[in-house]
Nanobody, 114 residues
Framework: VQLQASGGGLVQPGESLRLSCAAS????????MGWYRQAPGKQRELVAT???????NYADSVKGRFTISRDNAKNTVYLQMNSLKPEDTAVYYC?????????WGQGTLVTVSS
């Protein structure tokens, strides 16, 4: 199983970005999908998660600005990021529990700067 993330880039404060992460390979069930991020000099932290029953969870720092969603037919998770702030600058990683095994994507860089 491989996870391929995309959608990062350079944006100005207040703008939006949408990240995508698609899983490919021999997949039966994806129980859990999530996004984490790691800023320079900091530990990786949870951003948002969604279960296969569409229960979502968000870090307090992104509540009301970010929205996680999933497309089960495409084995893909999305992260819609609105009202971006400089402190959202980080490498964003997707994370999935596929058939009870955990996988990470390669990371996509989001830079928020004026």
């Amino acid at each position: 199983v491989q996870l391929q993330a995309s959608g990062g880039g350079l944006v100005q404060p207040g703008e939006s970005l949408r990240l995508s992460c698609a899983a490919s390979g021999n997949i039966f069930t994806i129980n859990y999908m999530g996004w984490y991020r790691q800023a320079p000099g900091k530990q990786r932290e949870l951003v948002a998660t969604v279960t296969n029953s569409d229960t979502t969870n968000y870090a307090d720092s992104v509540k009301g600005r970010f929205t996680i969603s999933r497309d089960n037919a495409k084995n893909t998770v999305y992260l819609q990021m609105n009202s971006l702030k400089p402190e959202d600058t980080a490498v964003y990683y997707c994370h999935m529990l596929v058939d009870s095994r955990a996988y990470w994507g390669q990371g996509t860089l989001v830079t928020v700067s004026s």
